[in-house]
């Protein structure tokens, strides 16, 4: 076991405070998501189990999935192959990759995304129409998909929608939108049998309730809003991360984050989603300038701007350090700019609504989180850790990514995952392996942090577990969160009581959501400290060198008190 110095494991609540649930219902598989693995899952759950259950925290189409614009990877091309895929990926990963969940990933990708046509994803064609297939960083062969130019996971999503919404009269299965799920509910054996939920609305689905099945699956995306500046949309407060913890599952790779070396950079102070300049462009041919404007790529690294995405960030954040600047520049204009409109269309609009010309002049871009390579540790059908509970897309960490992901495999892993665990979990729902079990109460204790601590928490993980970390940034970071009070509800009920504590906040989804980027911060820092090298999105400062000794997984657990374990 690695203890991270001499802070010692951190105790974390295994439980949010919340109000007793009102209602209940039940189905045989609830899906927590959206995006294009929890639809995918869903979809392919539907005509399989008797009843499932999706339930998503926004609108259908508010998932992540929409704001992805490259692409998605598979090796279509009759010169390409899964073998090349593979390669590409396990490069990418910085050597801890699990290849046998790469070889599912690369191997089944291409009949999962003919798939997708299949029901009605409709992808940019080439001359002789085909799919139309292009290259970004880290690949070497033309093998990304796109639709739209540069709106790939709005198409995915508009189509995997639609599928959806032409069933939702099916009484085998029911959508519950406006929902945040709040924990993974268990059995007295530790099994998943349901979750707790907070429904936005009117009628019997109003406020708290529970959900009980015999298999959950998490997907529900990835951990942005831990961080001050992220792509990631307003909700991905990593929920799904937090309350699988919380529910006993192990997690993995927590530490390698993908900070996306080019978003737009919008000023010092800018905080919440940020737009994306998609990797496609560098794709195409743009090139990375310093503010002296000065080419900084091709000294750094042979694939240039089309380096692995860990390799950019990092070379751009040192050159920001040499020139004294706050952003870099992407320069695009020798491109044309009728090529670029056609290619780019989300993108240049997006650019003119803020004032910058893509096609005449460079655009200010800087790091910022993006992806999240790690999450709950899940084998080749999806399982976690514990019993029931499934895990697909960002939310989980299957090995693929390893260190660092690939360019346009995430939308890839969701897609194929998504259809093994769904497959999964109805053979052995039909086998009656796995059965809906009676929630029993967890021990641990529960949590509330108040909402007005969540720029705090997200200036603190910034400093502390962003793009260039070291021992003492992470140490402080760490004394830091462990400072950050988790009692709010306490606050509550004395208070009522004429007892006033100096801290009050209700049970609600900004507190559960605050809550839940606590926990994520607390222990990808801790994860972060026990690295001591450098890897794929892991940079520190102090060990700048990657160390064959730790070509390996680190996991975090909470024990039944909720004491942190870090091996």
């Given at each position: 076991?690695?203890?991270?110095?001499l802070?010692?494991?951190p105790?974390?609540?295994r439980?949010?405070?919340?109000?007793?649930p009102g209602?209940?219902?039940?189905?045989?598989?609830?899906?927590?998501?959206?995006?294009?693995?929890?639809?995918?899952?869903?979809?392919?759950?539907?005509?399989?189990?008797?009843?499932?259950?999706?339930?998503t925290?926004?609108?259908?189409?508010?998932g992540?999935?929409v704001?992805?614009?490259?692409g998605?990877?598979?090796?279509?091309?009759?010169?390409?192959?899964?073998?090349?895929h593979?390669?590409?990926?396990?490069a990418?990963?910085?050597g801890?990759?699990d290849?046998?969940?790469?070889?599912?990933?690369?191997?089944?990708g291409?009949?999962?995304?003919r798939e997708?046509?299949?029901?009605?994803?409709?992808?940019?064609?080439?001359?002789?129409?085909?799919?139309?297939?292009?290259r970004?960083?880290?690949?070497?062969?033309?093998?990304?998909?796109h639709?739209?130019?540069?709106?790939?996971?709005a198409?995915?999503?508009?189509?995997?929608v639609?599928?959806?919404?032409?069933?939702?009269?099916?009484?085998?299965?029911?959508?519950?939108?406006?929902a945040?799920?709040l924990?993974?509910?268990?059995?007295?054996?530790?099994?998943?049998?349901?979750?707790?939920?907070?429904?936005?609305?009117?009628?019997?689905?109003?406020?708290?309730?529970?959900?009980?099945?015999?298999?959950?699956?998490l997907a529900?995306?990835?951990?942005?809003?831990?961080?001050?500046?992220?792509?990631?949309p307003a909700?991905?407060?990593?929920d799904?991360?937090?309350?699988?913890?919380?529910?006993?599952?192990?997690l993995?790779?927590?530490e390698?984050?993908?900070?996306?070396?080019?978003?737009?950079?919008?000023?010092?102070?800018?905080?919440?989603?940020?737009?994306?300049?998609?990797?496609a462009?560098?794709?195409?041919?743009?090139?990375?300038?310093?503010?002296?404007?000065?080419?900084?790529?091709?000294a750094?690294?042979p694939?240039?701007?089309?380096?692995p995405?860990?390799?950019?960030?990092?070379?751009?954040?040192r050159?920001?350090?040499?020139?004294?600047?706050?952003?870099v520049?992407?320069?695009?204009?020798?491109?044309?700019?009728?090529?670029?409109r056609?290619?780019f269309?989300?993108?240049?609009?997006?650019l003119?609504?803020?004032?910058?010309?893509v096609?005449?002049?460079?655009?200010?871009?800087?790091?910022?989180?993006?992806y999240?390579?790690?999450?709950?540790?899940?084998?080749?059908?999806?399982?976690?850790?514990?019993e029931g509970?499934?895990?697909?897309?960002?939310?989980?960490?299957?090995?693929?990514?390893?260190?660092?992901?690939l360019?346009?495999?995430?939308?890839?892993?969701?897609?194929?995952?998504?259809?093994r665990?769904?497959?999964?979990i109805?053979?052995?729902?039909?086998?009656?392996?796995?059965?809906?079990g009676?929630?029993a109460?967890?021990?641990?204790?529960?949590a509330?942090?108040?909402a007005?601590?969540?720029s705090?928490?997200?200036?603190?993980?910034?400093?502390?577990?962003?793009?260039?970390?070291?021992?003492?940034g992470?140490?402080?970071?760490?004394?830091?969160?462990?400072?950050?009070?988790?009692?709010?509800?306490?606050?509550?009920?004395?208070?009522?009581?004429?007892?006033?504590?100096?801290?009050?906040?209700e049970?609600?989804?900004?507190?559960?959501?605050?809550?839940?980027?606590?926990?994520v911060?607390?222990?990808?820092?801790?994860?972060?400290?026990?690295r001591?090298?450098s890897?794929?999105?892991?940079?520190?400062?102090?060990?700048?060198?990657?160390?064959p000794?730790?070509?390996?997984?680190v996991?975090?657990?909470l024990?039944?008190?909720g004491?942190l374990?870090?091996r």
């Open positions: 076991m690695t203890r991270t110095d802070l010692g494991p105790r974390l609540a439980n949010l405070a919340a109000p007793d209602w209940t219902t039940t189905a045989d598989a609830i899906v927590v998501g959206s995006g294009i693995a929890g639809l995918t899952a869903a979809l392919e759950l539907r005509t399989r189990v008797p009843r499932v259950l999706l339930v925290k926004g609108q259908l189409l508010s992540s999935t704001w992805a614009q490259g998605i990877a598979a090796a279509l091309d009759p010169d390409d192959s899964p073998a090349a593979l390669a590409d990926t396990l990418a990963g910085g801890v990759c290849p046998e969940a790469v070889e599912v990933l690369v191997t089944e291409p009949a999962r995304v997708l046509v299949a029901r009605g994803a409709v992808f940019d064609t080439a001359p002789g129409g085909g799919i139309a297939l292009t970004e960083g880290g690949h070497h062969a033309d093998r990304i998909a639709a739209g130019g540069d709106a790939t996971g198409e995915i999503a508009r189509a995997l639609a599928q959806i919404e032409a069933v939702r009269s099916d009484p085998g299965i029911e959508v519950v939108e406006n945040l799920v924990d993974v509910l268990t059995t007295a054996d530790g099994a998943a049998c349901g979750v707790t939920l907070h429904v936005r609305g009117t009628g019997s689905r109003d406020g708290v309730g529970r959900a009980l099945a015999a298999a959950v699956v529900t995306g990835g951990i942005g809003q831990t961080y001050r500046s992220s792509t990631n909700a991905a407060t990593g799904g991360t937090a309350a699988a913890l919380r529910a006993g599952a192990v993995g790779d927590l390698f984050v993908q900070f996306h070396p080019t978003v737009l950079w919008l000023g010092t102070g800018t905080k919440g989603q940020l737009p994306l300049i998609s990797e462009v560098r794709g195409e041919g743009a090139v990375l300038l310093d503010t002296d404007g000065v080419r900084f790529m091709p750094v690294h694939m240039a701007e089309l380096a995405r860990d390799v950019v960030a990092h070379a751009i954040v050159r920001l350090a040499a020139t004294g600047s706050d952003h520049l992407l320069d695009a204009r020798h491109l044309g700019a009728a090529f670029l056609a290619r269309p989300s993108i240049t609009a997006r003119l609504e803020l004032g910058i010309d096609t005449e002049e460079p655009v200010p871009v800087a790091p910022a989180q993006h999240h390579s790690g999450g709950v540790v899940t084998d080749l059908h999806g399982r976690s850790s514990v509970l499934y895990a697909v897309g960002e939310v989980a960490c299957t090995g693929v990514h390893g260190a660092n992901r360019a346009s495999n995430s939308l890839l892993e969701g897609l194929v995952f998504a259809h665990a769904a497959h999964d109805a053979s052995r729902v039909a086998d009656g392996t796995l059965r809906r009676e929630p109460v967890r021990s641990g204790g529960s509330l942090v108040p007005a601590a969540r705090r928490i997200q200036s603190i993980a910034s400093a502390g577990p962003g793009p260039i970390r070291s021992a003492d992470l140490r402080h970071a760490a004394t830091r969160l462990a400072a950050v009070r988790t009692d709010a509800h306490r606050g509550s009920t004395l208070a009522a009581a004429g007892m006033p504590s100096g801290v009050v906040a049970p609600q989804a900004a507190e559960w959501e605050t809550t839940n980027v606590h926990q911060a607390t222990v990808l820092t801790h994860a972060a400290l026990a001591t090298e890897r794929g999105g892991h940079y520190r400062a102090d060990f700048p060198a990657p160390d000794a730790w070509a390996r997984r996991t975090v657990a024990d039944a008190d004491v374990d870090v």
